[in-house]
């Protein structure tokens, strides 16, 4: 596979204006037939180049221009398509293919999912249905007709229905007509044997629009959550953005095999079903609210990414970045902001912070790629997202609001750049943000070292801040970001200090240059200073706080945020100790003030149930993982377990106690505060089973036996499969699995949860789950949960010193990648990253991966990230 560089970019030689397609589908050969109207693109140039056409694992039956059929000597076959000579400026080109949707296993293009017809088209799919200018930067509009047998009452495409009735035989068609011009990625095709719910909303300007959610009959009764979510979604999008939906006919269809989360599609959503369907008997609070987001998130790219699209596909995280930002301020305004906060750092710490110190560490606008599929990252996303939030920051909501529809308006209908919407953003607002582009172009994770001085006879206090990214693939030097760094200042009594004549207490500092200070003055003490609050930029920060200043921010910040982040920076710190002590077969002991904090947030009745259940999780081994220099893997899962055992036996009354209260019978609601009482109530249960004592078992037993929701019941199944000894351990996941054997979800988050015990889950569990009915190496989310949840999601049996975890994966990744590639892709990441571990484990995950190099024909997309990691 060969490298694209973003500074090749080239406009189009040819635009395509209308795109007619015609399905007649069949399992193994649907006839694909499309007329394109094609027309010279004046923007491109002089001359009549040839044409050409993007096009992969497909049949070409016929080619003709303006009618007239295309003799091979006309056009030339290529490996990823065709190359149409052209004598003409402006033409229709008519083409017909054969392609084979029940033998497609990547599930991209056009497929099967128990028997039902789906697309994936983003980012290269459409491809695999037709040959085609496959590139986001070509606009059309789109008419499809589908022709099926009449099994398949269910017939949809994009856009609004034109016409439909019966065709020879015992089948029938549908024709929908898509008014918007959209790139082929935007283009979606269902059919099948399916049911739906309808809603329906009025918009702002009062039109009436058409919600449908379709999808299998036995799963009819889960789509509610999401159509009112798409409601509220539609409802904040007018409120907060001005942003109107523009069909008359908005649909979200649920499809079990489905790669990503979900998929734009202009005015037909489709999504996962993880991703999509719930009840509170078979979904998780956690789930209820991922459905809300992503939801909320396709639905939001109506207007960022398809009414304003990319220009290329270096160009994503302009669509996704600024999504991800939208629908996490959605799901804050819907839910606890504090917490929405909170999870989403600690996701972007783990994970895209180890990303950015990975092999595959890019700029959130990479500049070159060979798979595109491989750069639908953290990077681009979360961090993606974090660099919107800090414009946000630096422009205030009102700046930010005009910058935003300075480029709707701007850009509407058309294919752009990062730098369009950052140049809106600057327009609108008139702030320089030329060195803040720099967030676009660098990869790494800044780092800020913070010092300060106070000068007591002046009162003057003088903090500096010193920036610096480490080296990553390609870039060695980096040059100084632009950095919102928001603080406060607090007195000994925990009162914010005043930082101006005007009585504000909370700033934002600029950070542009490599070394910085800042003066603050009149001052009659030495302050201690809150600082990143709500982690206003993506950066690591440093500064010398003792134990006892962080037990001081953690009951007084005002900062919800660094309340939560100085609990975490006390277990850092403890963590660090212990694993210290482990290593050199020292004594392992938790510090009596780290406890007693624990104790007192527990016994804290004026905290929310939700920030006391934050405060009192443990960092993930992963998150120690990332934070250490070298991962030392035993001694992670050594140190953690010490100090959730330690926490466990010293504050089991208060636990148990705590466990009392909240667990009180009542009927389910998805209330803020109900939700935020299960989490706590189950944090509870957890420590009081990591005990294992008789007396906790009960406790998690009686909940696994009575549960009138699958928060509280897979909470305890959770805890029994980890702390509770076989016999009891081993009837509760049968009697789960015989309750709920034909509910895919749930069946989904019973395998994960094996696969992810660190007691049960070790390799030959995990290699009898892949014997299970229940696992299917063609279904992505059945490989997530159990090869995924064992890799990425159980620290301590994946990382065994024999290395047999990874060569597990290793064999895992070497068969999947002939049947899903990007999925293989996904999977191997664990043990790319194995310059950064200690010991054998580094020799032993390279040799995994050097056996997939050896394994011979490898997809581009695991070819691209292994071949990486291996240099
Ligand atoms: N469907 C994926 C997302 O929405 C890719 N666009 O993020
Ligand atoms: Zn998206």
């Not at 002046?458 to 632009?482: D, I, M, W």
């Not at 070394?515 to 609050?533: A, H, V």
């Not at 009392?660 to 299960?678: M, P």
Request: proline share 4%.
């Amino acid at each position: 596979p060969s490298t694209i560089y973003l500074k090749d970019y080239r406009a189009p030689d040819y635009l395509v204006d209308n795109t007619h397609l015609h399905f007649e589908l069949k399992p193994k050969a649907t006839l694909v037939k499309s007329r394109l109207k094609i027309r010279r693109n004046p923007a491109a140039g002089e001359g009549l180049p040839p044409l050409f056409l993007d096009g992969v694992d497909l049949i070409l039956l016929s080619i003709a221009i303006d009618g007239a059929l295309l003799s091979p000597e006309h056009y030339e076959k290529m490996p990823q398509g065709i190359l149409v000579s052209v004598d003409k400026p402006e033409f229709f080109l008519d083409i017909q293919t054969c392609i084979n949707p029940e033998d497609n296993t990547t599930l991209e293009g056009l497929y099967l999912s128990n028997g039902m017809y789906c697309t994936q088209c983003e980012a290269e799919g459409f491809r695999r249905i037709t040959f085609y200018p496959d590139r986001p930067d070509i606009m059309s509009k789109f008419t499809t007709t589908i022709v099926a047998p009449k099994e398949y009452p269910v017939l949809l495409s994009n856009g609004n229905e034109i016409s439909r009735g019966p065709c020879e035989g015992d089948h029938h068609y549908v024709t929908w007509e898509d008014p918007f011009s959209k790139p082929a990625y935007l283009f979606a095709l269902v059919a099948g044997n399916l049911q739906y719910l309808e809603d329906c909303f009025i918009t702002a300007s009062g039109r009436k629009v058409k919600l449908q959610l379709f999808t299998e009959e036995k799963n009819i009764n889960k789509g509610d959550h999401a159509l009112r979510s798409l409601k509220n979604a539609m409802r904040w999008d007018e409120a907060v953005y001005g942003r109107e939906y523009d069909l008359d006919i908005f649909m979200i269809v649920a499809v079990d095999h489905f790669n990503m989360g979900a998929m734009e599609n202009k005015g037909l959503n489709i999504f996962n079903s993880a991703c999509v369907l719930a009840s509170p008997e078979t979904a998780t609070d956690a789930t209820f609210q991922r459905i809300e987001s992503i939801v909320g998130h396709e639905y939001f790219h109506n207007w960022s990414g398809n009414r304003v699209t990319c220009r290329d596909w270096f160009q994503l995280s302009l669509k996704e970045g600024f999504t991800v930002f939208r629908d996490a301020e959605f799901s804050a305004d819907m839910n606890s902001r504090a917490v929405k906060r909170i999870e989403d750092v600690s996701l972007l710490r783990t994970n895209q912070f180890a990303e950015d110190a990975g092999p595959m560490a890019h700029p959130v606008r990479p500049d070159s790629y060979m798979e595109i599929s491989n750069f639908y990252t953290l990077t681009v996303y979360e961090k993606g997202a974090e660099v919107v939030r800090m414009i946000h920051t630096l422009l205030g909501p009102r700046g930010f609001r005009k910058g935003s529809d300075l480029y709707f308006e701007r850009h509407d209908g058309c294919a752009v750049t990062c730098e369009d919407f950052v140049r809106a953003m600057e327009d609108a607002s008139q702030i320089d943000l030329v060195q803040f582009r720099r967030w676009y172009s660098q990869a790494g994770t800044p780092q800020l070292t913070v010092t300060d001085y106070f000068d007591e006879t002046l009162g003057t206090y003088v903090l500096t801040v010193r920036q610096s990214c480490p080296p990553t693939p390609g870039q060695r030097e980096k040059r100084p970001f632009h950095i919102p760094l928001k603080l406060g200042l607090l007195d000994k009594n925990g009162n914010e200090l005043v930082l101006d004549g005007q009585g504000t207490t909370q700033c934002v500092l600029e950070i542009t240059e490599a070394e910085q200070s800042f003066e603050f003055t009149e001052l009659s003490e030495k302050p201690l200073p809150s600082l990143l609050r709500d982690f206003s930029a993506p950066v690591k920060i440093d500064y010398p706080y003792s134990i006892d200043q962080l037990l001081f921010l953690m009951s007084n910040d005002s900062d919800t945020f660094n309340r939560w982040d100085a609990s975490q920076r006390l277990a850092f710190l403890a963590l660090s100790d212990l694993q210290q002590a482990y290593r050199t077969g020292g004594v392992l002991q938790l510090q009596p003030e780290l406890i007693a904090a624990y104790r007192s947030v527990l016994l804290n009745r004026d905290l929310e149930p939700a920030l006391v259940a934050e405060l009192l999780q443990l960092p993930s081994e992963q998150s120690i993982a990332e934070a250490s220099v070298h991962i030392d893997a035993e001694a992670i899962v050594a140190a953690r377990e010490f100090a959730l055992q330690t926490l466990a036996e010293a504050l089991f009354g208060e636990f148990r106690a705590q466990y009392t209260a909240l667990n009180v019978r009542k009927s389910f609601s998805l209330s803020a505060k109900d939700i935020a009482e299960r989490k706590l109530k189950n944090t509870c249960l957890l420590y009081l089973c990591a005990t294992e004592t008789a007396d906790a078992l009960a406790l998690a037993q009686e909940q696994f036996d009575t549960a009138n929701n699958m928060t509280d019941k897979a909470a305890a199944l959770s805890v029994l499969i980890n702390h509770a000894g076989d016999k009891q351990a081993i009837a509760a996941i049968e009697q789960f699995y015989q309750c709920w054997k034909e509910d895919a979800q749930v069946v989904e988050l019973w395998l994960g949860q094996q696969s992810r015990s660190s007691r049960r889950g070790n390799l030959s569990a995990v290699e009898k789950l892949i014997q299970h009915p229940a696992f299917d190496l063609k279904n992505p989310n059945r490989v997530r949960a159990v090869i995924g949840g064992f890799a990425k999601g159980n620290f301590s049996q994946f990382h065994r010193s024999d290395g047999s975890g990874f060569e597990f994966l290793a064999d895992q990744v070497i068969t999947l990648d002939k049947l899903n590639p990007q999925i293989a892709a996904q999977q191997v990441i664990p043990i790319t990253r194995w310059k950064r571990y200690t010991g054998d484990l580094a020799r032993k995950m390279k040799i995994a991966l050097k056996k997939i190099m050896d394994s011979g024909d490898l997809s581009g997309d695991l070819y691209e990230v292994v071949s990486k990691s291996l240099n």
